[in-house]
């Protein structure tokens, strides 16, 4: 059942009379580069394409700030369209479709020259659990190699300074 229920990360949801707030950004910056996020996007064509993304810093509910490789079909949509869905599936049940804006912000990165900073607007938030099914696990990750998670922490390490720069410029 998928429903619109923020303009934000923060989510206030109701169910039999109780009232839950969901932080997902919180969740993602409590959990960096291990919640795996599918990223959708439209390719010149009309025709769907879609990605694993998980690098990614929220410095507020409205804003998340990605590394995204810069060879990827995700990016070239990025350039030329910008409308981009993220889909998250959690453990507690967490299950929400992210629909955004998102712009380039920043290739490549100093960290890694075959990354790019986007920033994504968050535009609204849908609910997408099921009646029927609870979502106990996400997908779990972990990085491959020790260069694998040098890479992680210097990219995600530029995000945030990227992300907070450009914050106390607003």
């Known amino acids: 059942m ?3 229920v923020s303009d934000s990360l923060v989510l206030k949801l109701s169910h039999r009379g109780k009232e839950k707030i969901i932080d997902l950004a919180r969740l993602f910056n409590e959990n960096p ?3 795996v996020n599918i990223v959708g996007s439209t390719n010149e064509d009309g025709s769907p394409n879609t990605a694993p993304i998980s690098l990614f810093y929220c410095p507020n509910k409205k804003i998340i700030y990605a590394g995204i490789v810069t060879d990827s079909t995700t990016i070239q949509n990025i350039k030329r369209d910008g409308r981009i ?7 507690g049940d967490i299950s929400f479709g992210i629909s955004a804006k998102a712009t380039v912000i920043k290739e490549p990165l100093e960290s890694n020259g075959k990354t790019a900073a ?3 607007d968050v535009q609204s938030v849908k609910r997408d659990t099921s009646p029927a099914q609870m979502i106990i696990e996400g997908i779990k990750t972990k990085p491959r190699s020790d260069k694998a998670a040098e890479y992680e922490k210097a990219v995600l390490k530029e995000i945030m300074e990227i992300a907070n720069s450009e914050m106390t410029e607003l």
Request: aromatic content about 6%; glycine content about 0%; overall charge positive.
């Open 2 to 4: 998928a429903k619109i």
């Open 33 to 35: 580069n291990r919640i």
């Open 85 to 91: 869905i993220i889909e998250t599936v959690y453990a």
């Open 118 to 120: 986007v920033r994504i």
